[in-house]
């Protein structure tokens, strides 16, 4: 046994991708998908979970995020630093009718995630859920090492989950067809999926029935899911809620959008469905009420000013909620 394998535990979630600064008017705050999942993860009482990202070498963004990733006690084995290249960073505006606008500077040490070592740790680590997106894979050689770790998680028995995130610069049909190949189970919202149905299915203009899926919306979602061999898919609707399609374009389990006393922002929002999801699932809970939980908890989220809370004490009440419904089902 190597004294890597001696020194880490089994992974529940390994997260790959990329991590940034959100540049908002009044401040900076340390962001990214991968990022605000895994902190999440971490804050709701989850161990194990591990990032892997490339951060600038020496640079104020870069101590941001190590700022924020040692306050929720994540792991630090899968960070590379690059000499050249910067920290991330997305400029963020809201702009009326709009919502978010999002400017993604590059390039980014995260387009220079070196395979190796992150292929070293997975091997290592073996984690029950392998969790990644569209953005870390706009340029090489990122690109290729997340679909070679992505390939080698689906060897080693990992759920591989999906979380698109369709974005300027990730947003080609090439670079999504590629992702679906290599997913487990797919999270997308209802612009994503209508995208991916006008690339690959049947005309997206099944989507918008504000009553629940159609029948040739469910029709659509099963000719994608056997196209791709993908075992289940979230589909995220903000205000109307959530839905979960089997492989035959069942509806498993759905809910309705939560009602909010007041919205701050949606940044990361959807990251932290995925992030209670995951949660939820990993203390045992079983797929529909682990789904109603990221649903109010992704709710509870628009509530606050970016992707993740500066109090530690918003996380107290869902932490519990997690282990209360866990305990119940062990």
Known sequence: MSLLSEALAPAGVMLVGEALVDEFHEGSVAGGAPFNVARSLAALGRPAIHLLTRLGADDAAGQLILQSLRRFGLDEAGLQFDATLPTGRVTVSERAGEGHVFSIHGPAAWDALELLPAQALLEVLSPRFFYFGSLAQRAEPSRASLRALADRAGELGAIRYLDLNLRPGSSERELAQQSLL??????????????????????????LDPLGPSSALRAAVQQLMAQFDLQQLILTRGGAGYVLFNTLGQVLSEG???????????????????????????????IAPALALANQYAAAICAVRGPIPADDAFFAPWRAAVMAQGAQTR
């Open 182 to 207: 290599r997913a487990d189970w797919l999270k997308v919202n209802d612009q994503e999926l209508a995208q991916l149905l006008a690339w690959f299915g049947s005309a997206a203009d099944a989507l």
């Open 256 to 286: 309705q959008g939560q009602v909010l006393p007041a919205l701050v922002d949606t940044v990361g929002a959807g990251d932290a469905f995925s992030a209670m999801l995951l949660a939820a699932l990993l203390g045992g809970h079983a």
